[in-house]
């Protein structure tokens, strides 16, 4: 069995460049079709209404390139409107809160967890929800960190500036003694080194991007829609907007050469 | 003569905010009505025709609001859109970006000009622009600063943070020689004292939102519609969406209490 069709992603911008990356360490074989709603960006001040409304006209675009299964690759979609797409698309869809959660359930070995987002994310207590409905004995202490993401975009990765505001924003849930950390933003591996730095080695760090790779890898195989075949993959980006600088901070999403970016005109994404 | 109708301001967010502190300050007499498009913030990201759009719809609420006159209090609005307002609406239309270009030139001495404001502000050459048309002499050294915005919105406004991020950003424009600067985006006159202090005495700082609030003064004067009256102002704030923390932030913005914040949907927003 193999089944050559790309892979779909989207995210209400280039966030999602990250959980691509993650893709081609793991699939290699794989071909992926990005779509990043740029001239829409950002999903997480809209209410829940309006997000799942442009998530399905981001999927309706996913589906005429013909794709196999959709990782909803933004946080904001995952935690507000994941639930309603899955009940009404006829494919496979994935979110980016559920593999984390995983994956910290798995390591936490006290129970102890740490979660960063933005404050969209942290204020919808999506994670808590999820934590309580599988293991109602793990604490979760989070924390909205709203400088990571123009920090990472900026590409301050490694700067003092970095240091120093994770340091603000880390402290207090380092003090809870967390265990395990989850990156609960798709922006975030970008400052991973920094945040290691901070939280300590001890600490498990939960890249998002990373575990939802691994749920993409055993969702194709479970439903045998892996690309077994030899040919080479080919990828193909989308965005509804090219705003200044966005080949280059594309690139240090995704760590790799951003070929072929198409803008795909809001009108015509229905 | 007295006009008690209300001046109409309105920006993509809350930035304008820091123009509305500004013209409570100078026209105390003033009623206000302002209207913060947060649903669809930023207009940065987006196509000037969009912009103009936008603008028109925010401009429309206003006019239902009986306003004698618009404050345009968003530095994407004035930079692309402006013209197009003022050429097809029947009142008063003053942007952000004018009043601190004739403030600049009236301060330089040597004719040295730094501008800082966000990408979209910096890339679109509007600043230029209108100096060239103004004086060709005057030698204009702008910086994008996207990390102002974010902190000025976090409230870290004398952080050691913000004073490291300001160096790295106007260092390049302070060796320049600028003896005047302008802050181009409505949120940085949150962050005037640290940039203060990394410019140094001798340069002058130059307030849009400061500049905007003579400018609609003298206009009122001239037009004869000032509220002359002495019934007390009062004042109505408008938002398209209320994010999370939209009180506090909005609050170290305007400076004061922000009473009265409706939320209008953007259904009814034509």
Redesign the interface.
């Known amino acids: 069995m193999s089944d050559t069709r790309p892979i779909g992603i989207f995210d209400s911008g280039i966030g999602g460049l990250t959980v691509v990356h993650e893709i081609f360490q793991r699939l290699p074989n794989e071909s992926v079709v990005y779509f990043g709603d740029?001239?829409r960006?950002p999903y997480g001040?809209?209410?829940p209404r309006?997000v799942e409304q442009f998530a399905k006209e981001d999927i309706y675009f996913l589906l005429r390139q013909d794709v196999k299964l959709v990782v909803a690759a933004c946080h904001t979609v995952s935690s507000v409107a994941l639930d309603g797409l899955v009940a009404s698309m006829h494919l496979p869809i994935l979110g980016v809160v559920d593999p984390g959660v995983k994956a910290a359930l798995e390591a936490t070995g006290n129970n102890r967890v740490g979660i960063i987002g933005t404050?969209?994310t942290v204020?919808s207590g999506t994670y808590e929800a999820k934590f309580r409905a599988k293991n109602p004995d793990v604490k979760i202490f989070s924390k909205a960190c709203?400088?990571f993401?123009?920090?990472a975009?900026?590409g301050w990765l490694e700067?003092?500036?970095t240091r120093?505001?994770a340091e603000?924003y880390l402290e207090p849930i380092k003090e809870e003694g967390v265990d395990t950390l989850i990156l609960g933003c798709t922006h975030y591996p970008l400052l991973k080194k920094v945040i290691r730095q901070v939280m300590g080695e001890s600490v498990v760090i939960i890249d998002s991007a990373e575990e939802t790779a691994k749920q993409v890898a055993r969702r194709l195989q479970l439903i045998q829609m892996e690309n077994a075949a030899g040919n080479p993959p080919s990828h193909a980006f989308y965005v509804s907007?090219i705003?200044?600088?966005f080949q280059e901070v594309g690139e240090r999403f995704l760590g790799d050469r951003l070929g072929n970016v198409t803008r795909v005109d809001l009108d015509t994404v229905h």
Chains 1, 2 share one sequence.
């Open positions: 740029t001239a960006v001040t809209k209410s309006v404050r969209a204020h709203p400088l993401v123009p920090l975009e900026e700067s003092d500036v120093m505001t603000i907007d705003p200044h600088q």
